[in-house]
T-cell receptor
Framework: SQKIEQNSEALNIQEGKTATLTCNYTNYSPAYLQWYRQDPGRGPVFLLLIRENEKEKRKERLKVTFDTTLKQSLFHITASQPADSATYLCAAGSSASKIIFGSGTRLSIRP | KAGVTQTPRYLIKTRGQQVTLSCSPISGHRSVSWYQQTPGQGLQFLFEYFSETQRNKGNFPGRFSGRQFSNSRSEMNVSTLELGDSALYLC??????????????FGPGTRLTVL
């Protein structure tokens, strides 16, 4: 079955470092991948979308890559801050099927 | 522009009861999706509606149903509640379904507790 896996359930890093989150997909060829941020008690908030024909996308301190050979997306937060602490969700979709979400990675940035 | 609204925000029910949750999408959005989120299972897709028609359905039992009205507002219903139905139910709206550029905007969710 189609599966989206975010390898790390939790990630703790020092403020100022780059946080790198991983999203892998199996039995699926998504047309795009999305990354969301979710704070406790709130709905996910869209951050970035990357299409299958794009290698990399940037937005301020955020960068996402899409490697169709490795079937993987990496999500980077540079110069991380405590305010970046949240759960980050990866989602994959195509025009033919529903969006599938990963289980999320809980990121904690310590001062 | 107002965001996605969900009512009620919190709900406590007992086993065997039924519940109806409501979602109002962003103005102009015609696609509404519902998700169940639990600590163990993450975000699980329930169903998606577009122009009052169910376009996709997840792997949930028939106790879970939904509908969409002509104004794009959507409701989901869960009958014969079970303890395992306790979860955060999220609604998301988008302009059109399945497009690569189409972002989903999530509501704050309804926290359902089944006792």
């Amino acid at each position: 079955s189609q599966k989206i896996e975010q390898n790390s359930e939790a990630l703790n890093i020092q403020e100022g470092k780059t946080a790198t989150l991983t999203c892998n997909y199996t039995n699926y060829s998504p047309a795009y991948l999305q990354w969301y941020r979710q704070d406790p008690g709130r709905g996910p908030v869209f951050l970035l979308l990357i299409r299958e024909n794009e290698k990399e996308k940037r937005k301020e301190r955020l960068k996402v890559t899409f490697d169709t050979t490795l079937k993987q997306s990496l999500f980077h937060i540079t110069a991380s801050q405590p305010a970046d602490s949240a759960t980050y969700l990866c989602a994959a979709g195509s025009s033919a099927s529903k969006i599938i979400f990963g289980s999320g990675t809980r990121l904690s940035i310590r001062p | 522009k107002a965001g996605v609204t969900q009512t009620p925000r919190y709900l406590i029910k007992t086993r065997g009861q039924q519940v109806t949750l409501s979602c109002s999408p962003i103005s102009g959005h015609r696609s509404v999706s519902w998700y169940q989120q639990t600590p163990g299972q993450g975000l699980q897709f329930l169903f998606e509606y577009f122009s009052e028609t169910q376009r996709n359905k997840g792997n949930f039992p028939g106790r879970f149903s939904g509908r969409q009205f002509s104004n794009s507002r959507s409701e989901m219903n869960v009958s014969t509640l079970e303890l395992g139905d306790s979860a955060l139910y999220l609604c998301a709206s988008s302009l059109t379904p399945g497009q690569a550029t189409d972002t989903q905007y999530f509501g704050p969710g309804t926290r359902l507790t089944v006792l």
